[in-house]
């Protein structure tokens, strides 16, 4: 159960008198300008008005209930007309912003104006205001100062990644963690279903993916120890349950790509159907972490016919530009050894190159088969940087996790490119040197200072290369991570800082001015009962039940 805060716990968290809007959010607006004349006076008197279609009221009425939540207040939501429009809060479109996700905000005594050139730009605009608000105990009004606000973002993809296979999480949580993006601003859930460890989606076609693949036997305890817990775990989102979802993230702007991982990662799927794999098993759902030898048979017709009629269930499940086809960690061992796949190397007169063996360009192959698969569906492939070894063409975006270099390479190269580099970007990292008052993760040490410090763009890129670079995106991979509140802890206020990466400039960022403006988000954290990190604030961490 959620912790609630007590009464007297929340006031000594808040600022209990605070009755003014705060314009210097996370993720800092690119220009805020105070202006002459009176404040606005937010009370009940106000109505939020919009003009457009169900997206906008659907805006106004997020706005509206992110104000009861934060000041208590309860405004009423209209469409715009001449008696309305002045006086009140009201959402349009305007066509002169240049930027799709651009907003302006127009702040004066006789009312607030939220205009974007699309319906999510004034979301973003919304969401700015929305956490300059302050956290009030009871109904009080709020002024806001006289002010002109001109934002937009840096980058079109910003994401954010959950590994929903290794564990998983509620339908609830996963609908909390777009809750989390939309108020970081970000617009990309990249989620990752399937796994050695475990399948998540259902397929109609193919029902034992649900009955064995979904469930493994146990789970190995710890950094793979040979002690085993033998509890039978699993589970599967149903194709309602994921229909909720993607309307769910529509509706805040957020698309989600789904990661269906192939050839790699697959030792679950094999569990269900041993005749996709190169020895035809016996295969079980893996109960360790890591990297699995056994991998999809490239040289069987079956494969690829079972791989397509999975995707046609997904592009019907996802309307997202892009279906992540993985591609990294696929040992090619059982290939080489496997005489289904060494025919088909022979048939298609594959030769090994300069750095690429024989089985690794039959990878590209494989590859290259899904996306023409996939683009005769309107849709683009998306896959980890290993598929740069394999000969895709440029066609595949890449996202470079092996560090920011194969991201440089593949723009370099004309592929679009999100950068998610393990050295700034990978939450599953513990955030601190001092790991023994820690949870036990994965590895790794990325504090906060290092996630802000993340720069995209190659140095020396030229203006060419820097257009592939789409955008950021942070992964958290759940090994280790098997409840929500680990994996809000491993996220916030991480997801803060990442944040700035993706919104702002380059120039406008400030890692000490960050760490002011980042309180107020602590604070919502606290209101909402999140259990997040506190590495920046040393005089919260570790305090509490233990009375340090």
């Known amino acids: 159960m959620r912790k609630v805060l007590t009464a007297l716990a929340f006031m000594a968290a808040i600022v209990c008198h605070a009755t003014e809007a705060d314009y210097r959010v996370v993720p800092l607006p690119q220009s805020i ?27 106004a009425r997020f706005f509206a209930d992110y104000i009861a939540e934060k000041t208590h207040l309860s405004l009423q939501v209209a469409a715009a007309d001449k008696k309305n429009v002045k006086g009140n809060v009201l959402l349009g479109i305007d066509s002169k912003i240049q930027e799709a996700e651009g907003y302006r905000i127009e702040v004066s005594a006789k009312g607030v104006r939220v ?32 002010a002109l606000i001109t934002d937009a973002p840096r980058f079109s993809y910003r994401g954010m990644h959950l590994d929903c296979a290794r564990h998983m999480f509620s339908v609830d949580f996963v609908k909390e963690y777009i809750d989390l ?10 989620w990752h279903l399937t796994e050695d460890q475990g399948w998540r989606i259902e397929i109609k076609k193919y029902p034992r993916l649900a009955e064995v693949a979904a469930w493994r036997s146990g789970t190995t305890l710890s950094h793979n120890s040979d002690v085993d817990d033998g509890i039978r775990y699993g589970g599967y989102y149903t194709q309602a349950q994921i229909r909720e979802i993607v ?7 957020v698309e989600i790509i789904p990661e269906i991982d192939m050839p790699g990662h697959m030792l679950a799927v094999l569990a269900a159907y041993p005749e996709l794999g190169c020895t035809g098993g016996p295969y079980e759902v893996g109960h360790f972490w890591g990297v699995y030898r056994d991998i999809l048979c490239a040289g069987n017709p079956k494969v690829y016919e079972f791989l397509k009629d999975v995707l046609d269930e997904v592009c019907d499940l996802f309307p997202s530009e892009y279906i992540h086809i993985g ?19 022979q048939k298609l007169g594959i030769q090994a190159g300069e750095k690429q063996s024989k089985e690794d360009r039959l990878q590209g192959y494989f590859a290259m088969e899904m996306q023409k698969y996939l683009a005769g569906k309107g849709r683009k492939i998306i896959g980890w940087d290993e598929l740069l070894e394999c000969n895709v063409d440029q066609t595949a975006a890449i996202m470079s996790w092996r560090g920011a270099g194969p991201g440089a390479e593949a723009a370099a190269k004309g592929h679009d490119v999100v950068m998610s580099p393990n050295s700034h970007a990978y939450f599953d990292h513990y955030q601190t040197d001092k790991q023994w008052n820690e949870p036990l993760l994965i590895g790794g040490n990325l504090p906060i200072e290092k996630t802000y410090s ?10 060419e290369t820097a257009a592939h670079i789409l955008g950021v995106q942070a992964n958290l991979w759940t090994e280790y991570i098997g409840c929500n509140q680990l994996a809000e802890y491993q996220i916030l206020p991480r997801m803060g800082a990442l944040c700035e990466v993706q919104w702002m400039q380059p120039d406008k960022k400030d890692f000490k001015d960050f760490v002011k403006r980042v309180e107020s988000l602590r604070l919502y954290y606290e209101f909402k009962g999140y259990t997040y990190a506190k590495h920046l604030w040393p005089e919260l961490y570790l305090k509490g039940s233990r009375g340090l």
Request: with cysteine.
């Open 247 to 253: 309307k769910y993230a529509a509706d805040r702007y």
């Open 327 to 345: 591609g990294d960690e696929a040992p090619k061992m059982k290939w080489k050894e496997c005489p289904k796949c060494q025919a088909m190397i």
């Open 181 to 190: 993006l939309a108020l970081h601003n970000m617009n990309r859930f990249h």
């Open 115 to 146: 205009m974007g050139s699309t319906p999510a730009g004034v979301f973003y605009g919304i969401q700015t205001l929305r956490k300059s608000l302050p956290l009030q105990e009871a109904k009080a009004a709020v002024t806001l100062p006289a």
């Open 33 to 59: 300008n105070s202006v002459k004349g009176e404040p606005f006076v937010l009370d009940e008197t106000r109505q939020i008005v919009y003009q457009g279609d169900e997206n906008m009221a659907r805006n």
């Open 454 to 463: 993340l720069e995209p763009i190659p140095e020396g890129a030229s203006a």
